[in-house]
């Protein structure tokens, strides 16, 4: 394993920093066995933008060293970023191409773990020692764990709270009767226009063939108008493949076609870990856009996906205003934060909090002026 050399210890549990690496595959595998895990942070993901050179990833991971053999009880990706060339480098959770930044860990260990990790970052001279948190679960155990580590021996700034859609057998599924009545109306519409169906091949080579349908569809859509489209910059378009390429070949990714007369008209990017799915991302045909066909496709295959008796939850990857708010009930919260690891309080936190306060004021302020013209007349 390509562990670097620093490493923490706190009590039983010790935490190494290394680089993405295939044996990472190993640990990680029992780990998420044992507990939820993130399918962002699968090695195999990791492996994508060291193959790539998107991101400059540092995996942390802490095992149990009382046990024999010792056991793998946490792992953390953050990549190091920054705001402009000349401003320090801050530590962030891959949000690059991540919809969640949750360190994986066993509960029952989350302050031993999270404590192991906060001294690999504090004593590690390569490490900046500020973090960026974007979209990191407010669970009952393991933030808590996170804060609590922070006392006296560090500080913390809360940016943003936000509720995230999710599915699962028992709140996700349920839509109000006019919902229902208005996909069963949208899809019986779209089903006099031709034969409809959903689908969803699992293998590799099925899904990187339905993933170039995805890119062209967004291409087409009005994310390739606005340059947002994967496809409208090499290197995420060469990354985002390579992403897929390498979870696919583990069986982790998919991507869900709704075809009419077997052309797709709408994509689902599905990323998998262990019981749980991420809808990654969506992209439709504008020319049925009369028949919602993202909202169809998310409806059927959130149906498929739960009744399979595979899956038991859906993370949404989308903010609770969006078309999954509609269609999903469940609710998990997210923050975004920072969080400064050294021991003294320091001027950089407190340049860095303002800095990216500013940035989401401006965003609020730019998104207020958009609503309203976009509602004026």
């Known amino acids: 394993m390509n562990v670097g050399w620093q490493r923490a ?5 010790a935490a190494y920093r290394c680089s993405p690496s295939a044996e990472l595959c190993e640990p990680w595998n029992d780990l998420v066995a044992r507990v939820d895990g993130n399918a962002f942070m699968h090695p195999a993901a990791l492996l994508a933008t060291a193959e790539t050179g998107f991101a400059e990833i540092h995996v942390l991971i802490a095992w149990d060293e009382g046990v024999e053999p010792r056991c793998p009880v946490g792992f953390w990706a953050l990549c190091e970023r920054r705001n402009l060339p000349t401003t320090p480098a801050f530590l962030e959770a891959i949000p690059i191409y991540a919809s969640t930044s949750n360190a994986v860990i066993d509960r029952a260990r989350a302050d031993e773990v999270m404590a192991a990790f906060f001294d690999v970052i504090r004593h590690d001279l390569r490490l900046p020692k500020i973090i960026r948190l974007r979209s990191f679960e407010a669970d009952p155990v393991v933030y808590p764990a996170m804060l609590r580590q922070l006392e006296g021996v560090g500080r913390y700034r809360e940016l943003v709270r936000v509720e995230r859609p999710f599915a699962d057998r028992c709140s996700g599924t349920k839509k109000s009767g006019s919902t ?66 390498n979870l696919a070949a583990h069986n982790l990714a998919s991507v869900a076609l709704l075809r009419v007369d077997d052309v797709a008209i709408a994509g689902q990017v599905l990323i998998y870990s262990g019981r749980q799915a991420y809808t990654w991302k969506t992209a439709f045909d504008a020319s049925f856009a009369r028949f919602s066909p993202g909202a169809l496709l998310i409806s059927r295959i959130t149906d498929e996906l739960l009744e399979s008796g595979q899956i038991a939850a859906i993370d949404s990857c989308s903010l609770a205003d969006g078309i999954m708010s509609q269609l999903w009930t469940g609710r998990r919260t997210m923050v975004d934060a920072l969080i400064d690891v050294h021991m003294r309080s320091s001027q950089a936190f407190a340049m860095e909090v303002a800095q990216h306060e500013g940035r989401l004021q401006f965003g609020g302020e730019r998104s207020r002026m958009w609503h309203t013209i976009q509602h004026s007349g």
């Open 180 to 245: 229902r009545k208005k996909l069963r109306q949208d899809w019986n519409r779209l089903s006099a226009t031709g034969k409809a169906e959903i689908v969803n091949g699992r293998t590799p080579a099925e899904t990187e063939a339905a993933f170039e349908v995805f890119l062209a569809l967004e291409a087409a859509s009005w994310k390739g108008e606005e340059g947002t489209a994967l496809l409208c910059d090499a290197g995420d378009a060469q990354f985002a493949r390579q992403l897929i390429r």
């Open 9 to 13: 210890k706190n009590g039983l549990i």
